[in-house]
T-cell receptor, first 117, second 110 residues
Framework: GAGVSQTPSNKVTEKGKYVELRCDPISGHTALYWYRQSLGQGPEFLIYFQGTGAADDSGLPNDRFFAVRPEGSVSTLKIQRTERGDSAMYLC???????????????FGEGSRLTVL | DAKTTQPTSMDCAEGRAANLPCNHSTISGNEYVYWYRQIHSQGPQYIIHGLKNNETNEMASLIITEDRKSSTLILPHATLRDTAVYYCIVRDWYGNKLVFGAGTILRVKS
């Protein structure tokens, strides 16, 4: 597709359940990022992949959050034992060249809105 | 990455230039200034970035002061569709992630 695609666009789940959010980056983009955004705040960095490996996972809040990118393209953000505080918009972005500020413009998807009841 | 300071909100009349300021007094020599915006219910959108020279593209102009401690994003002819949250971000050459602050809410009014 032309842009970053995220599915589902909306997910409602119950406290304690497991959730997976998918991100399909722009074709050929080697870098992929996950962010979380709560209402009224700027996006908060979670994790960054360069190819298949997580180059920076310093933003993952705890071990209930995990992300994979097994073939260096699609990525899945996994949240175990969801809590009400996990409710937020989860944004994915990709870029052509990671690690170079001059050429590393990030393209964001429309996000997956997660609501934990 | 250096911290940025932006006003919480600004208003602009439709058709006028919108000038959005950003302070980044602790910026270091290898850090770029990036601007993104986020229209309601959408993901952030890249606008422009620069190191020390002024930059212009089809969306906006970026004016960086000579000491690089502040910058201004200029939307030359604001339209209602430019109403959004505008984020000023400092990112180093090797920095792989963008660190967003709270941004400036720009309201363009007719």
């Amino acid at each position: 597709g032309a842009g970053v695609s995220q599915t589902p666009s909306n997910k409602v789940t119950e406290k304690g359940k497991y959730v997976e959010l998918r991100c399909d980056p722009i074709s050929g983009h080697t870098a992929l990022y996950w962010y979380r955004q709560s209402l009224g705040q700027g996006p908060e960095f979670l994790i960054y992949f360069q190819g298949t490996g997580a180059a920076d996972d310093s933003g993952l809040p705890n071990d209930r959050f995990f992300a994979v990118r097994p073939e260096g393209s699609v990525s899945t953000l996994k949240i175990q034992r969801t809590e009400r505080g996990d409710s937020a918009m989860y944004l994915c972005a990709s870029s052509l060249i990671g690690g170079r500020a001059g050429g590393g413009e990030l393209f964001f998807g429309e996000g997956s809105r997660l609501t934990v009841l | 990455d250096a911290k940025t300071t932006q006003p919480t909100s600004m208003d602009c009349a439709e058709g006028r230039a919108a000038n959005l300021p950003c302070n980044h007094s602790t910026i270091s020599g290898n850090e770029y200034v990036y601007w993104y915006r986020q229209i309601h219910s959408q993901g952030p959108q890249y606008i422009i970035h620069g190191l020390k020279n002024n930059e212009t593209n089809e969306m906006a102009s970026l004016i960086i002061t000579e000491d690089r401690k502040s910058s201004t994003l200029i939307l030359p002819h604001a339209t209602l569709r430019d109403t959004a949250v505008y984020y000023c971000i400092v990112r180093d050459w090797y920095g792989n992630k963008l660190v967003f602050g709270a941004g400036t809410i720009l309201r363009v009014k007719s």
